[in-house]
């Protein structure tokens, strides 16, 4: 049966961050990745819009640039294996974030200035802007960054991994 993290509605970081730290080191032990990495349990921010994570796992060594290639490919699968690894309801996905070199912080940080941007162009040509394909939890961050904006609306359009956010006029139907 598998354990449970999340008690009336609130993550147990501890519990989570010990099963983390026995699948990170059965995961590193098992393949030549010369990482080492840090677990950091955080405080919600009340009021939060965008990934909030109450436990943080940041990498450092050797290796960690291949983490960071391809767009964070490989943080972003050890992350995603993580998450399936303790069963946890994707619900609660935004609760954990594995990082490295800073990588995901920025990221977020460029998610909403390019909803910002995509936005104001929208706004002005009242012309639907299109966003590259990327990833559900980036997509989501675009969504949550523009659902209260006005004068735009978002829907994610595509299947699979050419799924993407598309910006609309609010009036466009």
Not at 4 to 13: A, C, L, Q, S
Not at 68 to 85: D, G
Not at 95 to 113: A, C, M, P, Q, W
Not at 115 to 141: G, K, L, Y
Request: hydrophobic share 40%; aromatic share 8%.
């Amino acid at each position: 049966m598998p354990q449970t993290f999340v008690h009336d509605g609130k993550v147990d970081r501890e519990a989570l961050a010990a099963e983390l730290r026995r699948f990170l080191d059965l995961i590193l032990a098992h393949t030549r990745l010369e990482l080492a990495y840090e677990i950091r349990l955080c405080e919600p921010t009340a009021g939060a819009e965008v990934e909030d994570p109450e436990v943080l796992v940041i990498f450092r060594g050797r290796d960690q640039e291949l983490l960071l290639e391809r767009n964070a490919e490989l943080l972003q699968a050890l992350e995603y294996i993580a998450l399936r690894w303790l069963r946890l309801d994707p619900h609660f996905y935004d609760h954990v974030r594995f990082d490295s070199g800073n990588y995901r912080t920025l990221r977020i940080e460029e998610l909403k200035l390019s909803a910002q941007v995509a936005a104001q162009r929208v706004r002005e040509t009242r012309q639907p802007f299109r966003f590259n394909p990327m990833p559900p939890r980036e997509r989501r961050i675009i969504h949550l960054m523009l659902k209260d904006q006005p004068g735009v609306r978002t829907t994610s359009e595509g299947v699979g991994e050419q799924r993407q956010v598309v910006v609309y006029p609010a009036t466009a139907k």
